[in-house]
T-cell receptor, first 113, second 116 residues
Framework: AQSVTQPDIHITVSEGASLELRCNYS??????LFWYVQSPGQGLQLLLK??????LVQGIKGFEAEFKRSQSSFNLRKPSVHWSDAAEYFC???????????FGTGTRLQVTL | GAVVSQHPSWVICKSGTSVKIECRSL??????MFWYRQFPKQSLMLMAT?????????EQGVEKDKFLINHASLTLSTLTVTSAHPEDSSFYIC????????????FGQGTRLTVV
């Protein structure tokens, strides 16, 4: 079965510090990879996606992610975290299709001032 | 951009009743829509794939007679939770695909269902 692993359930960082959220996926043909953010009680907002091409992907709100096929990883990074970034972050993967997704378990980000 | 709207945003219903959730693609035609379920503090789990004009395809473990999905038009899919019970309380999110399989789907804002 296809799977997406987010090893960190909860991460706390100080405002202004850098951030890296980890995501590993089970290898499959033509992986479509996504990062979404969800605020409490809200829907999903797409941060960025990778379909093909440049393995370093830029997204909204200053986020970026790097696709590393050799490590089956798609880690999300941000150089300087803002208090408003506190939320739940989900990594997701589509295999063979970009629309039917398998989600990771999520990482809750807490930002301290 | 592609906008997907869900209605209602939240609903409270009594045990044993049925509740319908709508998922609409507002500015595009969606031949395929997906329904996900999210329990509190958990991830999203795909429930079913809804194709316009045909029967939905349910994921393993999802009761098709309990979660009725109808995709009667290219802009509307509905999820009806029949004979709802408290354990059905959850956050239900739909997504809609604009084009072919290699295109992404766009998510609705979700519906919070509470069964009392």
């Amino acid at each position: 079965a296809q799977s997406v692993t987010q090893p960190d359930i909860h991460i706390t960082v100080s405002e202004g510090a850098s951030l890296e959220l980890r995501c590993n996926y089970s290898y499959g043909a033509t992986p479509y990879l996504f990062w979404y953010v969800q605020s409490p009680g809200q829907g999903l907002q797409l941060l960025l996606k990778y379909f093909s091409g440049d393995t370093l992907v830029q997204g909204i709100k200053g986020f970026e992610a790097e696709f590393k096929r050799s490590q089956s990883s798609f880690n999300l990074r941000k150089p300087s975290v803002h208090w408003s970034d506190a939320a739940e972050y989900f990594c997701a993967k589509g295999t063979g299709t970009a629309s039917k997704l398998t989600f990771g378990t999520g990482t809750r980000l807490q930002v301290t001032l | 951009g592609a906008v997907v709207s869900q209605h209602p945003s939240w609903v409270i219903c009594k045990s044993g009743t049925s509740v319908k959730i709508e998922c609409r693609s507002l500015d595009f035609q969606a031949t395929t829509m997906f329904w996900y379920r999210q329990f509190p503090k958990q991830s999203l789990m795909l429930m079913a794939t809804s194709n316009e004009g045909s029967k939905a395809t349910y994921e393993q473990g999802v009761e098709k007679d309990k979660f009725l999905i109808n995709h009667a038009s290219l802009t509307l899919s509905t999820l009806t939770v029949t004979s709802a019970h408290p354990e059905d309380s959850s956050f239900y999110i739909c997504s809609a695909r604009l084009g072919l399989m290699n295109t992404e789907a766009f998510f609705g804002q979700g519906t919070r269902l509470t069964v009392v």
